[in-house]
């Protein structure tokens, strides 16, 4: 009998491609978008959880009071804390510091720029990164030791053992002598620590710094617990140590702010870090991810879903019509509704296997540009687990049970001489498949509005206006620890007829530095400062609208100059041109700076944050480590291959890193640039399955309405207006999925947008425009089957009356 079942299944496969291409392309686009989504969900909340002592690790992040009111939440920290922590509190079991830098490898035949972790040996016995080659144990015990990943080893040593071999590591502007002790696995693509080259942690310039203070910050600490460690009670004792060791220094620095200052240490999981917001995940940690965008993936899923099966349902409904004669033949030659019932499970199981497999094709397909576009690697492996395998195949029965149950009741259940007849019809208005319509449309609309709002978003991010102008501004970095003037540069590339003019900074201009200022009644504490020269504001066009710009004479390097936010928060309301700023900075100690001029507010980090107070100092050229290099836009070859030249000339054994600036300001926002794609490509999935799913609406609503177009026609009814009388009942489906959406949308991407202080407004025409969108995609849709039908010959329509 099954198979009696299954080869007229088959035929009626065969028999009509047309549908089944459509049921079965539908249901396999909407499961291969919930497969891609799933792989990248997957990945997102199983990152770090491949640690075998996951449950025991956690980063040392802190809470500080700040002056002007709130708390700021960080998880940098330094080297002290993690420490004395590990000193006085039994629970810690193991400590590992991880610092990022940018070091010099010197070959044979060049000098190559490489990202290195400076760490503790522990890094093998706290986190579960198995070595191919060498002890764990004993890997970073020597200060000259060093260990590779298989790939840099594979690229220094190609296939030749690389353990014993020496490899000549810049310190500090000197190439030292570094020996392989260990290669390691590559890292899986769920980690947050993703590393090359592991160095001791020793050997970090920063160490010797900072070695006994609370209070600077520039690494990750990761602790590892002893098992059933109370985290709560661990972070109270943390709370004591400081307050013991720290406090006191604490208590003078909230004298001089006439507030009360506080820290507070507290325990992240590492398996919560890449999807927790709180605190900041950088330092060279791979960048984490917001987890709402997750949350937002994962209901576009499952609206996709949603429609996939309903087109699906449909269009298996709207068939089955067509087939009332062969039911009513079946019916009369004896057989019973169950075995019709199990007739139609089997063909909408036959098709939901073919629709599974061709999902599993087309994700393998996608997956590459998938990955191109979202940065990730993910792999078709990640979907063979148990969990997601039986979601898979509960998804397969309850496809089968309803797009192939709900027919069978429908068609087994009728008169089998109406149906001989030809006058079958299902009782009912049919309401059941235009809710299913109204509730795809719902979905599509909120797609679409969704995708119009964050399209808009993202350029308006890219292309608001920053207060300066970044275009054709190569950033060009100098060595730290070789310093070369900035003013051989500037004198080399004035020579040059394609770089129109050259300033320094002393830090990536989308980043800074931070010091506290004190002012004749207050400090501003942890405020941002570049260091320039007297080009920076000309070439970037700054506004000044007070004072002076600097002079390029040394003796204005005790001058600064603010911008409006310093001003406001200062809270001067006379000119302060003239006033003096008091600050310490590194090596050069306490010093006095004149305020000389006023600039302009312009955004000197990303728009996810707003503007800040800023102070601009002119010092000396030690402490100028970037080169912000107009060039001709109409000579960039040229322009760039000068200054790659004259690098070259000026720093020997060290390879010319730049950028563009605009560039590294779009980096900013490579987040959203991936979200963006992603939802796009979503939603288009989604309205594609919607329109496929009113084509199955019409294609029903016609088989039935057949012999009232019949009539129509044949008391005159013209074939536009057929065309309009029968397209009415599927625009007013859509008119009332819009109302319904239009108050969900307006609510959720207001809250999404909250999220940025720099926001488009939501304005009606979005929502007027994706609901114009949406009736005339649903016009394109029916207007082959409403055409069809007003263009039928009325007479072979009526035949049977």
Sequence with gaps: MLKNYLKTAWRNIVRHKTYAIINVAGLSIGLASVMLIVLFVRDEVSFDSFHAKAPQLYRLVHEDSKIEGGTSKSGITGETQVERFKTTIPEFDAICRLQNAGELVKTEKEVISEDVFYTDPS???????????????????????????????????????????????????????????AITKETPLNSSIQFKILLPFERNAEHSSSADSWFYAYLNSFVLLRPGANVKAVENKMARVFNHEAGGLLAQYSKRAKKNLSVTYRLQPFTTMHLDKSYDVTNGLVEGSRPELSYILGGIALFILIIACINFINLTLSRSLRRSKEIGVRKVTGSSRTQLIWQFMGESQLLTLLAFVVAVLL????????????????????????????????????????????????????????????????????????????????????????????????????????????????????????PVAPNLFKNAFAQSPYILQTAAVSIPFTGWNSATFTLDNQELYNEPYFITDENFIPELKIGVLKGRNFYSSAADSNSCIVNEAFVKKAGWTDNPIGKTVKWEIGEEGKSAMTIVGICKDFNFSSLHSTIQPLLLNKSSQKRLHHLLVKIDPAKKPEALQYIQTIYSKLVTDYPCNYDFLESRLAQQYNNEQHWKQIITTASIMAILISCMGLFGLATLSMEQRVKEIGIRKVLGASTANLSALLSKDFLLLVAIAFTIATPLAWWGLHEFLNNYPYRIQLNLWIFAGAGLLTALLAMATISFQTIKAALANPVANLRSE
Aim: net charge positive.
């Design 363 to 482: 994700t393998i397909i996608a997956l590459p540009y998938f990955n191109d576009f979202s940065s990730k690697h993910l792999q078709l492996s990640y979907l063979l687990n148990w969990q997601n395998l039986l979601c898979f195949v509960l998804l397969m029965l309850v496809n089968v049970l309803l797009s192939g149950l709900y027919p069978a009741l429908v068609l087994s259940g009728f008169n089998p001489v109406a149906a001989l007849s030809g006058k079958f019809r299902i009782s009912g208005k049919g309401y059941l498949s235009k809710s299913l319509v109204v509730l795809q449309f719902c979905i599509a609309l909120l797609l679409i509005v969704g995708t119009i709002v964050f399209q808009k978003q993202f350029y308006y991010l890219i292309h608001k206006d920053l207060g300066y102008k970044a275009d054709n501004v190569v950033d060009i970095t100098l060595p730290y620890d070789k």
């Design 123 to 181: 890094i093998f016995s706290m986190f579960s990164f198995p070595l191919k080659e060498g002890n764990a144990t004993t890997a970073l015990k020597s200060l000259n030791s060093v260990v590779l990943s298989e790939s840099i080893a594979k690229k220094y040593f190609g296939n030749a053992d690389a353990v014993g071999k020496v490899m000549r590591i810049s310190q500090k502007g000197i190439f030292e002598p570094f020996i392989v002790t």
